[in-house]
């Protein structure tokens, strides 16, 4: 198993092997405690370590890392990103951090040229990103960031972001997707409406429901395999088992990660180490969860016929949470001590700006991060907890004003 070749002493071959195990072990442990899922696939610990690379691991404080690790290769901040906000699975908080990460880094963004109805955060409203419906480009400059609502199309994302773009988007477990898109979108309140005019009650409304949703006479747009209609599956494909696999395998090649909300801080410590960012950029407030939760639950019978109307849905939160732990596995021991010490600093960062904004007071101490292996230091202002606060509304007609504005100052300086 460990390679050394003469380069080590029997003393550092058995201090390597003792590590190794601990760190084997306390991993196992790790995605014991974390995922059942995990248990049923099969991994093939320790064999990636030589001595040689334990040498010269960029890892500090004797943490191993695997050399498939996403972030092994690092030497700038991947700029060019697609972020796909899916419909109720935490997005908005996510593009939060694709907001601030572009306004700081002076980033071109895919911006929507007017609200179309639906409030400025839709480029394409059941449709594609297109060019005219975009703020455009001052001459010979290109997108670098997209994280506004559209559909997912390949070729359409090509025309318009770089080659090098990375995508990225995020799932839901789809009985919990559907509580909370039929409580914020609607649904449930039509239901309702539809068993006070029949008579009917209203305690079992959503379980007729679901043994026959083709019956009823409400919208189901947002409820009804969203979170692969986002990701690109056309309705016509909802019950096509070809179709729904050939999607699959697009996503698969076209996606650097889809995250899962469950894992929400797994999901975005995996998405800094794709993107080589730091902790200060995905460092978050969580924003626009539903306040007093969803209006419904499911019963297991209710469960059983959302699998069969939402079964692509189901197809691709079953597929994707495989591929998810998957890159988990590859990041190496030190993933978990990372989230766990990236736990702690949004908890830190949370507490500072909720007292910012109780006392209103933007002339606060900055709170001071320490550097950990996974961080440099960094500090957090009273401004950043405004931005990271911020409702995406206000915050997108700025920035698409300021868009417009370079657009028209530089199309007259030609
Ligand atoms: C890192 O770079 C090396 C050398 O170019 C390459 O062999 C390796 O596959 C790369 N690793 C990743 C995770 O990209
Ligand atoms: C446009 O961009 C290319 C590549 O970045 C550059 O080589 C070229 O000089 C630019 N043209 C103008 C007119 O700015
Ligand atoms: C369905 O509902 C819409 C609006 O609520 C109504 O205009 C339409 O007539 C209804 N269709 C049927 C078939 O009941
Ligand atoms: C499902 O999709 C395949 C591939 O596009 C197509 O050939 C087939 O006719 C579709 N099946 C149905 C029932 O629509």
Known sequence: MLTCLGICSLKQKLLLLLFLSISSIWFIL?????????QRISYNFGSASSCNEAQHSPAKEGVERTPTASHINCSAKKTHVAFLKVHKAGSTTIMNIFLRFAIQNKLNMVLPKRSSGYGFNYIGYEDT????????????????ILCNHVMYEREAFQSILPKDTVNIGIIREPASHM??????????????KHAAQKGLSKANIVSEFLENPFKWNVSTAFVHNRMSFDLGLERESFFNETEIERHLKTLDEDFSLIMLMEYFDESLVLMKRILCWETKDVIYVPLNTLRRGASFALKSDDINNLKKWNYADYRLYEHFQKVFWNKV????????????EYKLILKQVKRYCAEVESENNLELEPLYVPESPWNKEFQTTPHDCL????????????????????????????
């Open 30 to 38: 790790q995605i014991s405690i974390y995922e059942p899922q995990l």
């Open 129 to 144: 990103v297109r060019r005219e419906n975009i703020v455009p480009l001052p001459y010979n400059e290109t997108y670098d």
């Open 179 to 192: 509580m909370s898109a039929g409580t914020y979108y609607g649904l449930y309140h039509g239901l309702v």
């Open 329 to 340: 596995h590859a990041e190496g021991s030190d993933f978990f001590l990372e989230v766990q």
């Open 387 to 414: 931005v990271m606060t911020a409702d995406e509304l206000p915050l997108l007609r700025s920035l698409i004003r300021i868009a417009w504005k370079r657009y028209t100052s530089a199309s007259k300086s030609i």
